[in-house]
């Protein structure tokens, strides 16, 4: 699967493939841009010379469109349009259960859970977070959503759709047990994924840098998991989609 979605002199969206980790600190060793130039390089080697810088971070297990500036200038511009809500991105995810209403928006604030310090939860003291949803499909036991962030929070997507009882297949942090009670052998299968499926899928950009989203293909186990729930279909129609409500300010996810 290719990593590179779209390419400037400036700006690289990356495909980032789920379990490849964009934490920064000093305990995941390398800078998290130099750890991305062998993963640009192996597809591309002049895509990645010169200096990288990233954009926002997804969660490890998370896979899809990662924004990576090529210049400190457009490192900025993309800072400051992120703080100002121009970026918008839409993620997939494959959830236990049938959301409802169809569509509706989540405004649970979110707080370090002091049980677990790996984990976020749901708090009236923590800070503000807003999520729109929107069910593309369901086939028992589970649903197909469309989710856009309108804030930026640690786990937010997932604590949001834990919170509401729909958990994310493949999701050991925030989803409890791992079947779910699923006995068919084909479907514990693909219902027992090696990582969260959960995916950044679009990215709109200020129409000055892109007049079309960046979007990423999905990883091979979430498209099997909807090819054998009957769930590709609803991917496909999205195109026809109206635009996504617009969100505030999305720093990660």
């Known amino acids: 699967m290719s990593v590179l979605l779209w390419v400037t002199p400036e700006l690289l969206a990356c495909n980032k493939p789920p379990g490849f ?8 060793g390398l800078p998290v841009e130099e750890r991305l130039r062998p993963l640009i390089a192996a597809e591309d080697p002049a895509c990645a010379s010169g200096p990288l810088f990233l954009v926002h971070r997804l969660d490890v297990g998370t896979s899809g469109v990662l924004l990576v500036a090529r210049s400190a200038r457009m490192h900025r511009q993309l800072a400051q349009a992120l703080a100002r809500g121009e970026i918008h991105r839409q993620y997939l995810a494959l959830v236990w259960g049938k959301p409802r209403p169809q569509e509706g928006v989540w405004e649970v604030p979110l707080a370090p859970d002091p049980k677990d310090r790996r984990k976020m939860c749901p708090h009236p003291g923590g800070k503000r977070a807003v999520t729109w949803y929107r069910r593309l499909g369901f086939r028992p036991p589970v649903s197909l959503v469309l989710l856009t962030p309108h804030t930026g929070r640690t786990h937010q997507l997932r604590v949001h759709l834990a919170s509401a ?4 297949v493949g999701d050991d ?27 950044a899928w679009r990215v709109q950009l200020p129409g000055e840098l892109s007049p079309e989203p960046v979007q990423a293909p999905l990883p091979p186990a979430f498209a099997r998991a909807l090819a054998t729930l009957g769930l590709a279909e609803a991917v496909h129609h999205l195109s026809v989609l109206p635009p996504m409500p617009g969100r505030r300010n999305q720093r990660g996810a």
């Open 21 to 28: 980790s964009v934490a920064t600190g000093k305990r995941h």
């Open 165 to 168: 009882g729909h958990p994310i």
């Open 173 to 199: 942090l925030y989803g409890g047990p791992r079947h779910h009670g699923v006995n068919d052998p084909q479907g514990r299968a693909v219902l027992a994924p090696p990582h969260p499926l959960l995916h």
